[in-house]
């Protein structure tokens, strides 16, 4: 009988701290893409996300379509998604952008929409009577007044895109689900597990960032709590 080999990798264990150490560059091109994909994905989202709540409060009558819409983006599978994208931006990471912006819309404009409807009307009438026209009022009472609401709902299409990061390894631009694809096609257990673990990774971290910013920059809820 042969000894068993020495090296995790050569027994191709699930936990193995020479993948860790042989693979290090890898790993953080994998991160440094999937942060990319998801960061450049969620702000963008979040451009396009603003104007659209900020139309469907104004108007109360695009408020059914704009909803629908992106509701309806949100149903499609990722899959199915990227197939019908691949024509417009073909095998690239702009594909993988565009996705992730369309599913990030439906979460974001809901939650923007919902922070702006749920500003009281006796504020806007209070702002209004000390001279705030539409663009001040909106600049500087409604939409800080709707920042609870609109970073609930960053802070969840955030932790989403990065999870569908990983669906972009079918054309290549997944970050780590490039590896996870790679080690399940060839049961590389240490590599699976390790490009995993760093998703979940990402997402708590992304959303205890979000988290910490909403803190920051909402400090009259700490007051309401206190």
Not at 31 to 41: E, K
Request: glycine share 8%; hydrophobic share 55%.
């Amino acid at each position: 009988m042969t000894a068993p080999p020495n090296d995790c990798l050569a027994r191709n264990e699930w936990i193995c701290g020479a993948y860790l150490s042989s693979r290090r560059q890898l790993l953080l091109d994998a991160v440094g893409q999937h942060l990319r994909l998801t960061a450049v994905s969620v702000l963008i989202g979040l451009a396009i996300a603003v104007p659209l709540a900020v139309l469907a409060r104004r108007l109360r009558w695009s408020a059914g379509p704009v909803l629908g819409v992106t509701t309806i983006l949100y149903t499609i599978p990722s899959l199915a998604m990227f197939s019908l994208l691949l024509p417009v931006y073909g095998l690239s990471a702009t594909l993988v952008v565009a996705g992730l912006v369309l599913y990030s819309l439906t979460l974001l404009v809901r939650n923007i929409l919902a922070g702006l409807r749920a500003v009281p009307e006796e504020t806007r009438q209070a702002a209004r009577g000390m001279g705030y026209g539409p663009i001040r009022l909106l600049l500087t009472v409604e939409l800080p007044l709707a920042l609870p609401a609109a970073m609930a709902g960053l802070r969840i299409a955030a932790v989403s895109a990065v999870s569908l990061v990983t669906v972009g390894a079918i054309v290549g631009f997944g970050g780590l689900g490039n590896l996870i694809y790679a080690g399940m096609n060839t049961y590389f257990k240490a590599q699976v597990l390790t490009a995993s673990v760093l998703c979940v990774v990402i997402a708590v971290a992304a959303d205890l960032l979000l988290l910490g910013v909403q803190w920051l920059i909402t400090p009259w809820t700490r007051a309401v709590r206190a």
